[in-house]
């Protein structure tokens, strides 16, 4: 795997539960900005449950300059709710968007009907390519003698991006299924994949390889956590399913005081960026939970960030979560 460019730096974030949440992580977008995300994504609830709330970070996130991209679900809505949403993140500006299917609610089946008209990830994909293709043709038709071609071409203009599970979706049967269902994404018009967090380097590396070698074509960026606590990595792995990490754990039950666990979460995801940076990764996409102060502090260590590297000493904030660690 080699990576020619410069590795990009991306943030995902969750929308604010309060006003107080909101000031502080207005606060937090402009520390993130310095950083020069080539995008921050906003997670989005089950069943739009945060729909307003995440686009007014995203629209906040425009104000900064910096490009916001929109986490969407689809479980548990129709074509004609799911296109509404698309078509109003669209209208104010939106241009990227993570497309994923989303958790069923506890206790459903597969079959439930309630769980709606699209069934996966890859046919969101496929719905905000022809949402973007209709208001484009829409908002262009009025304009006298503009070329049909160029008109069609415009829906290129779309990021979708699709999520991975290196170590597997916790639904899957076996490693081939979930390449497959990222190569039936790519096919459905996705162009980007970012990954569920994991705590080892070779984990990414080798699914990156067998992507490829499956026909994977699009950029896969590795979803890195740094994860500041005893507490907030066993509440991790109980929500996303990935193995227990036992040396980490082992670090962090040793570091004692709430600055050294801190100091361990730090050196850990520093040292895991820059195995895939060297490995090939295109670039890194960091869990924020809202908080810059260790994300920067990782990207400061790796000279991807300005400033002097340094850890800085973060008030623990409560674990928020869609199983994808949203
Ligand atoms: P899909 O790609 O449709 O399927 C995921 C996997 O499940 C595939 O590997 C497939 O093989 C397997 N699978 C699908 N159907 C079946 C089946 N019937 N039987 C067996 N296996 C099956 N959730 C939120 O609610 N909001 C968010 O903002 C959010 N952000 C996320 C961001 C990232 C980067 C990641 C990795 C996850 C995020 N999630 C979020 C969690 C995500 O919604 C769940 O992981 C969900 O279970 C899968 O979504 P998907 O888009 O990968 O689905």
């Known amino acids: 795997m080699s990576s020619p460019s410069a ?9 604010p539960r309060s ?8 606060e937090t977008l402009e520390h993130l900005a310095t950083a020069r995300p080539e995008f921050i994504s906003v997670t ?3 069943n739009g449950s945060t729909r307003g709330r995440s686009l007014a970070v995203l629209c906040r996130l425009r104000e900064l300059g910096v490009e916001p ?3 969407l679900t689809c479980v548990g809505t129709t074509y004609a709710q799911e296109s509404l949403v698309i078509r109003e993140f669209l209208d104010a500006g939106v241009t990227k968007f993570l497309a ?3 958790d069923p609610p506890e206790g459903s089946t597969e079959n439930d009907t309630f769980l709606g008209d699209l069934g996966s990830a890859g046919e969101l994909v496929q719905l905000v390519h022809r949402v973007q293709a209709e208001k484009e043709q829409f908002t262009q038709a009025d304009v006298p003698g503009f070329p049909r071609a160029k008109r069609l071409k415009s829906g290129a203009k779309v990021t979708i991006a699709v999520a991975a599970f290196p170590n597997g979706h916790p ?3 076996s490693v081939q299924q979930d390449l497959d269902t990222l190569l039936a994404k790519e096919a459905a018009g996705a162009n980007l994949a970012i990954t569920q967090l994991f705590f080892h380097a070779d984990e990414y590396l080798r699914f990156v390889e067998l992507a490829r070698a499956a026909g994977v074509g699009m950029r896969i960026l590795p979803g890195i956590m740094p994860v500041l606590s005893e507490a907030r990595l066993t509440k991790i792995v109980e929500l996303t399913g990935e193995r227990m990490p036992g040396e980490l754990l082992g670090q962090l039950q040793a570091a004692g005081s709430t600055e050294a666990q801190q100091r361990v979460g730090i050196e850990h995801a520093r040292a895991l960026s820059e195995q895939l940076l060297e490995g090939g990764a295109p670039g890194l996409h960091l869990y924020t939970f809202n908080q810059h102060h260790a994300v920067l502090a990782v990207l400061r260590s790796l000279g991807l960030a300005p400033g002097a590297p340094g ?5 623990e904030s409560p674990i928020s979560v869609s199983k994808g660690i949203a």
């Open 7 to 15: 590795p990009t730096v991306s943030f995902e974030l969750y929308p």
């Open 44 to 46: 989005y609830g089950a």
């Open 100 to 102: 994923l299917r989303g």
């Open 19 to 26: 006003e107080k949440a909101e000031a502080g992580l207005y």
């Open 69 to 71: 991209m929109a986490h």
């Open 311 to 315: 850890a800085g000493i973060i008030p």
């Open 171 to 173: 639904r899957s049967r």
